[in-house]
């Protein structure tokens, strides 16, 4: 029997893309993009189009497991030694279910349930497997909160306080620009169905501009390449609208109208005159006059921001100083216009119902305390009211992604930690797993999906059964509740169930919106309250959507605030201003650390998910540092050769590409699984804790580093 199915990529990027699954006799044997799907348009990212090599890896974790030798870390080199005897033995989901629950009981007992600590993030972005019956669930138990930052809220935290909204240009309309900045946005790696309506547009004349501290696939593509230094982009910014302001290119009926403080930031871009801005930036005085020019009259114009801006010290005010633009250029009135960051804002699913926070005070009698994800290695080893002593791990992958590597790994081996992993593959983080647990593919479970980068909505159909016995985070945390005795309804509920439950909302975009359309493919948010042409679940040449177009900003103020007093509460500019990042060239104190590391994400491994598929790592080469000419020759280093990337906080033995990513005084080496190298070896070992200005967000970018040839070993 053969049938195809209508599926959605949970995986964390803004394309959140409609797939169509073939099923042949219980087994995927293809997987494509929806051609229907107005941003999908048909074809995959090269990752995605290599699923089935995901789903049917031989490597996938298809058992409960428990450990049974000494936590650390194992080679992918030992192949069937991670998963066999030597480290595992095959327990059943009662036993597994069983030994967690009671772990869990004496450590409340003993320490308080605020001893055991979830850990979660962008494993997957479908709104039931990501953040529900998870939630309930740590919720009922009392456990301490994670306040999942790690990635994304410093920059949500800038855009908002501006916008009020997570709001901005969709897609689609990027085909009617004539100017295009792609700001610290590598379209073609990481949002690559944005990049055939840029090539529309530039097929009509529109010009690309990219802004970005490394020279990535789409600032080779572009018509000018601004490289900028590291966490120098707030001052860029300023830069800009000192020239547009001075020289009168801003829309002042759209500033009248819609703004609020543009006084107050005439007088602030004052100090930011091009000639000192270069001092930081890196980009030259009359550059930074001409972008200001030809971002002001060149209509429309439009900016996409993407989050590299936001991972220096910075971040938030960078991000909240380029959202900026678009109001004083009143380019949100424009077809083409405005900006794109996250348009995550637009969908309000019913996030009351679906995560159940009201179960924390039945639990403890009031809110659990929150702890920080950036910070798991101090928490892990010094935290000590209550310490933590269970975590719990799923969608993540902290012992890969989290900063201060060698600090998260020391806590992850205490022999008192008690860790339970739900995972896919055995990743850096099982090999300090107490127990694993088995966990499903987007092919093996239902959910419900919605976009970061565009306006559709969409349900997940499960395509087949799940693999050995492989359950979802909804099963799991089902399961582990009715094991703790919870006996509230709602972890009773099924996934329909829950899926409706999340579709109640009195937002006007949501309604007519419901799961059975959902299920036969994309819906459009309501924007206009159009229905959808035909008998089909999508819309056909919706009416554009301009969402600040006469304001509608969801502010205090119900305008874009240029001014803003909850930024001065957190003891801001309540403007914006610019100060170098702690850990650079322009805020340094250690002259032995001369050199910005850019602790990249590798192009083609999303964060660290498709780090271990093997038709993956051949479009990765890894274990490279990228150092420029200049920086090479003063170290005498050639290209190849083995050199040390170290700091106070550890070091790591790379190999020296010289290659012209990078600008003189910056290296860049990307993430990957520490298992995958020769000596467990992670570019988070050089990172650190330092949070964001906003939304506690943590500092990939903001790290100082010397670079030396390697001495052979002895």
Known sequence: MKQVV?????????????????????????????????????????????????????????????????????????GGAA??????ERISWDEALDEIALRFRAITAEFGSEAILPYSYGGTLGA????????????????????????????????????????????????????????????????????PFIAEARRKGAKLVVIDPYRTRTAECADWYLPINPGTDAALALGIMHVIIGENLHDADYVAKYT????????????????????????????????????????????????????????????????????????????????????????????????????MKSALGREARTINMVELGRVLNTVNDPPVKALFVYSSNPAAVCPEHNEVVRGLLRPDLFTVVHEQFFTDTTDYADIVLPATTFFEHKDLQKAYGHYYLQVSNQAIAPLGECRSNVEVFRALAERMGFNEDCFRESVDEMIDAALESEDPWMQEINRERL???????????????????????????????????????????????????????????????????????????????????????????????ASVQVMEETGLLEISVADARARGIADGDPVRVFNHRGDILLKARVDGKVQPGVVSASLNWAKMTSGFQSINALTSEKLTDMGNSATFYSVLVEVELSKPSP
Request: aromatic share 8%; hydrophobic share 35%.
């Open 260 to 359: 609020l403080g543009f006084e107050e930031l005439r007088e602030k871009v004052k100090e930011y005159p091009p000639e000192r801005v270069t001092q930081w930036t890196g980009i030259a005085a009359e550059d930074i006059r001409k972008l200001a020019r030809e971002y002001a009259t060149v209509r429309p114009s439009v900016i996409r921001l993407n989050y590299g801006v936001q991972r220096s010290e910075g971040g938030g005010m960078a991000t909240r100083a380029i959202a900026m633009l678009p109001c004083v250029t009143g380019s949100w009135k424009e077809i083409g216009g405005g900006l794109q960051m996250s348009v995550s804002g637009a969908v309000d699913f019913n996030t009351r119902v679906l995560k159940r926070a009201d179960l």
């Open 6 to 78: 209508n599926a959605a990529c949970p995986h964390d990027c803004p394309d959140a893309c409609g797939v169509l699954i073939t099923v042949e006799n219980g087994r995927a044997t293809k997987i494509q993009g929806d051609p229907e799907h107005p941003v999908t348009r048909g074809f995959l990212c090269a990752k995605v189009a290599k699923y089935l090599d995901r789903v049917y890896s031989p490597d996938r974790v298809l058992y409960p497991m428990r450990r049974v030798a000494a936590k650390g870390p194992v080679s992918v080199a030992a």
């Open 83 to 88: 998963r066999g005897t030597q480290t595992w």
């Open 519 to 613: 299920e036969r493919g994309a819906v459009r948010l309501n924007f206009a309250g159009q229905k959808d042409a035909g008998g089909g679940a999508r819309a056909t040449q919706p009416e554009p959507f301009l969402p600040f177009a006469h304001g509608g900003f969801r502010t205090p103020s119900g305008k874009a605030e240029l001014c803003s007093e909850s930024v001065k509460a957190m003891g801001l500019d309540p403007v914006a201003d610019f100060t170098p990042p702690t850990e650079s060239r322009h805020g340094k104190k250690d002259d032995s650390l001369p050199l910005e590391l850019l602790a990249r994400k590798a192009d083609n491994f999303l964060n660290s998910t498709f780090s271990n598929i």
């Open 128 to 195: 039931l497997n990501g953040a529900s019956m998870d939630r309930r669930f740590f919720h009922r138990l009392g456990a301490s909160q994670l306040d999942r930052t790690i990635c994304s809220a410093a920059g949500e935290a800038g855009l908002k306080s501006v916008l009020g909204v997570k709001l901005g240009t969709e897609p689609e309309q990027f085909r009617h620009s004539k100017y295009i900045i792609a700001w610290a946005s590598n379209i073609h790696g990481n949002n690559v169905h944005l990049w």
